[in-house]
């Protein structure tokens, strides 16, 4: 079932809601680059890109507030993230609107996304009172070993559409509680939630009082306003999401001049749905984990195995689901898929399904559904796969599951781990043998591994990345905020000899 076309402008709301937050007029019209809303195709703003001259200028300037912020306890410099949480708070449904008209999601998903933001922030002004280093036993007599953890430099953050504020503040709020500036290069597709959500970070920062000058900035543009952050020698790291083609070319520049890079890249998350599973239960979650953020999320459940015994009874089901998920106007009540982000996405996503046709698939679902010239709506698609063929091997950011049975669990498990990337998995099951095995040495190979949940919708106390293709980093909860700091090992002697380590003589 489609929901009707919803006829509210999505450039007279963007304009209300822009001006609603604070964002300056000038900043988002009479631009060269027009941005497009993927709800009703209308071009709802005009952006400037940032003079590449511009671009080291934001950077030299972050970096002068670095050598001021570095010295403000680390506590201090939580307050302004608990203020920019307080903030969020107050301007949540604003900021989730624009998520939604720029970006498509739901209302729901949006406004999640920017609950997702508050939480890290709350996480984050804990975290600025436990920037931990250790204490180490020292093999030498009256002498002290320990690590501490200082400020890194300016962190240059690449953030992709389809998350357009959550991941930037990930990144963010921990980068500025450890001492770090940042500079943001957002999405081409995605500026206006950028500058949204500068204008309510300089809210807080209006009531902080006395932060330096720079401490976030925004710089917008394509490729090369990307490659200005990543080449430019006083940023030691940069933090990017985004495809696998985007870290091919981010990390060997960063590792060229050898600054750091945290990269959470593409993922082809996999479900098992094994025989003693809660079948009710782990429908909803793959209907979720599947079709929900219209397949544009890099945990999106793209590959499902399900065991053989139990397979017509769920994947007549989860047919069933697909064939009536209201899909329209990511504003409207009840809608649960909104849009592709546009024409590339559309395109790309009819050549994956033509591809499984070819491989053999059988495909239900992926049909344009008409919301205007410039929008592109699709049910989401169910292909039942003979095998994991190389179309299945390969992420295609739209909403495509693709569906195969297994016999025992190994072989699921070695088909789970058999792709190039590494993100989310997870497994449906009520046989503690297996759910152990999947979470083993020896099961999934990713960053996140679930049992009894999809592998979307992760919390921010946890570390979120991936292995393989999917670059390695961790951002978020757990210790990830160490990518930001600098350890130093001190050792102290407080003694009146000099006893050297490994019992090294060198009288003179
Ligand atoms: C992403 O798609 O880049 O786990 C991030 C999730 C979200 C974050 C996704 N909390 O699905």
């Not at 631009?31 to 080291?56: F, K, M, N, W, Y």
């Not at 990144?171 to 999405?187: E, H, I, Q």
């Not at 190039?420 to 449906?428: C, K, R, Y």
């Amino acid at each position: 079932m489609n929901a009707p076309a919803n006829i509210a402008s999505a450039k007279t709301e963007a304009a209300a809601v822009l001006g609603r937050l604070g964002v300056d007029r000038a900043l988002w019209t009479g631009g060269p680059r027009a941005v497009r809303s993927p709800v009703t195709g209308e071009i709802i703003a005009d952006v400037h890109d940032t003079p590449l001259a511009a671009v080291a200028q934001t950077i030299e300037t972050a970096h002068e507030a670095f050598r001021a912020w570095r010295n403000v306890p680390a506590p201090r410099r939580g307050e302004l993230i608990r203020l920019f949480g307080e903030e969020l708070r107050a301007a949540k449904a604003d900021l989730a609107a624009v998520v939604t008209l720029e970006a498509g999601k739901i209302t729901s998903e949006a406004l999640g996304e920017v609950q997702e933001m508050i939480d890290i922030c709350d996480f984050a002004v804990g975290l600025s009172r436990q920037l931990y280093g250790l204490t180490i036993a020292t093999e030498r007599p009256d002498h002290r070993m320990m690590e501490t953890w200082h400020p890194l430099g300016v962190v240059g953050i690449i953030s992709a559409f389809n998350f357009p504020v959550a991941v930037w503040c990930w990144n963010s709020a921990l980068a500025l509680v450890c001492g770090d500036p940042c500079v943001w290069k957002p999405s081409e597709k995605t500026p206006l939630t950028a500058l949204a959500t500068q204008a309510v970070f300089e809210r807080a920062l209006a009531r902080f009082g006395d932060a330096p000058k720079g401490l976030s900035a925004v710089i917008l543009g394509g490729r090369e306003v990307g490659e200005a952050l990543v080449d430019h020698p006083k940023v030691p790291l940069v933090s990017a999401t985004g495809s696998t083609a985007m870290g091919r070319a981010v990390g060997p520049r960063l590792a060229q001049r050898f600054a750091r890079a945290l990269l959470e890249l593409g993922g082809n998350n996999a479900a098992i749905i094994a025989p003693t599973a809660d079948l009710d239960l782990a429908l909803r979650g793959v209907a979720f984990a599947a079709m929900g953020t219209a397949g544009q999320r890099c945990t999106t459940l793209r590959r499902l195995f399900v065991h053989e015994s139990i397979y017509d009874g769920f994947v007549g089901a989860l047919k069933a689901a697909y064939a009536s998920v209201p899909v329209g106007d990511p504003r409207q009540a009840g809608v649960l898929v909104g849009p592709l982000i546009d024409a590339a996405s559309f395109d790309g996503m009819q050549k994956s399904l033509a591809d499984a046709r070819a491989a053999g698939g059988q495909v239900q679902g992926g049909e344009r559904v008409e919301m205007g010239e410039e929008a592109f709506y699709v049910r989401p698609a169910i292909v039942e796969m003979p095998g994991q063929t190389d179309v299945v091997k390969r992420e295609t950011f739209a909403p495509i599951l693709y569906v195969m049975k297994y016999r025992d669990i190994e072989e699921a498990i070695a088909l789970q781990n058999d792709v190039p990337q590494g993100l989310s998995s997870s497994i449906f099951t009520n046989d503690m043998r297996e759910a152990e095995l999947f979470i083993s040495a020896r099961g999934s190979d990713c960053g996140i591994a679930n049992v009894n949940i999809g592998p979307s919708g992760a919390e921010i106390g946890g570390a979120f990345g991936g292995e393989k293709e999917t670059g390695g980093g961790r951002e978020s909860g757990s210790d990830a905020w160490k990518a930001y700091m600098r350890r130093a090992t001190n050792t102290l002697n407080y003694g009146k000899t000099l006893p050297l380590a490994q019992g090294v003589s060198f009288e003179i």
